[in-house]
């Protein structure tokens, strides 16, 4: 089945420590996402990439950091950086917007706590 | 600045009752609009979503309305089920540009 597997399920956080988020997707998709998620905030866009080796900064792009190396993986690393990493991480993607607006797929999350 | 706005923050409903979720969005450039369901400790999974070029879509017991003059679009959830307990997100983007702009969310809780 296709999919997008986000790993680890749940993560801790040590101060001063950065930590890496994985974000694999076998659909074939071209654009991948990064977004935060707390309580009563809705979604908040962290980072993108429409294709392997270029991305962009979302709305909350401080203290994250994010590689395209490939088109199937968008690890994000939450760096030292972030003074309140604590939230639920979503992982997304969705085909190429050339071809009109795509709907968005989303994995099933990160739980990321400090230590 | 708030892109979409989404009330209410929480609904209750009864079973077999309607549950409806309004959002509001200021830029007259975006041309998708799609909600989200979203259960605990999971990713949002795309629901129902509708282009500015028609004013309502039904898919089974949901239904979007949209009012392109007044900015604003709903969802309806008819004959609503405990199995319908979850988050619900509206979204907005625009023009083959793929970034999307979310609610706030609304909790359901539909009562048995």
């Known amino acids: 089945d296709g999919g997008i597997t986000q790993s680890p399920k749940y993560l801790f956080r040590k101060e001063g420590q950065n930590v890496t988020l994985s974000c694999e997707q076998n659909?074939?998709?071209?654009?991948m996402y990064w977004y935060r998620q707390d309580p009563g905030q809705g979604l908040r866009l962290i980072y993108y990439?429409?294709?392997?080796?270029?991305?962009q900064k979302g709305d909350i792009a401080e203290g994250y950091s994010v590689s395209r190396e490939k088109k199937e993986s968008f690890p994000l690393t939450v760096t030292s950086a972030q003074k309140n990493p604590t939230a639920f991480y979503l992982c997304?993607?969705?085909?190429?917007?050339?071809?009109?607006?795509?709907?968005?797929?989303f994995g099933d999350g990160t739980r990321l706590s400090i230590l | 600045q708030q892109q979409v706005k989404q009330s209410p923050q929480s609904l209750i409903v009864q079973k077999g009752g309607i549950s409806i979720i309004n959002c509001a969005y200021e830029?007259?450039?975006?041309?998708?609009f799609p909600w989200y369901q979203q259960f605990p400790g999971k990713g949002p999974a795309l629901l129902i979503a509708?282009?500015?070029?028609?004013s309502e879509k039904k898919e089974g017991r949901f239904t979007i309305s949209f009012n392109k003059s007044a900015k604003q679009f709903s969802l309806h959830i008819m004959d609503s089920q405990p199995g319908d307990s979850a988050t619900y997100f509206c979204?907005?983007?625009?023009?083959?540009?793929?970034?999307?702009?979310f609610g706030s969310g609304t909790k359901l809780n539909v009562k048995p």
């Open positions: 979204a907005a983007s625009r023009d083959n540009f793929n970034k999307f702009y």
């Open positions: 509708i282009r500015p070029d028609v």
């Open positions: 659909l074939n998709h071209d654009a």
């Open positions: 830029n007259t450039a975006f041309d998708y």
């Open positions: 990439s429409q294709i392997v080796n270029d991305f």
């Open positions: 997304a993607s969705s085909m190429w917007a050339g071809t009109g607006n795509q709907p968005q797929h």
